[in-house]
């Protein structure tokens, strides 16, 4: 049994290394200050007030917001997702408003 552990965690810290981080944005659109765990007061404070907002079905409490910067060239998105009022993902360089299911 000890090679099969060994394996699973191998396999576990690949998947963990290909993982996306929570926070993936440039300095453009403000997204880059923003830190898990902030609500949504917190982010408009520091990125200004979302335009769209996504809610998905189910359990817990998720909400994707959407918020528009670099109006001057082509109008881009962050998408910030927060669940039960938190912060847990949020990107920008998006062309359209985010949509969860």
Known sequence: MPILRVTLTGAALLLAACE???????????????EVGMTPAQVEGIIGASQFTSRASGESDSRCLSYIYDEAIDAKFVHATF??????????????ACELA
């Open 20 to 34: 996306q981080p929570a926070i993936s944005a440039s300095s453009d659109s403000l997204a880059n200050r923003l």
């Open 83 to 96: 669940v039960d009022g938190l912060l847990v993902r949020a990107t920008d360089g998006h062309r359209v």
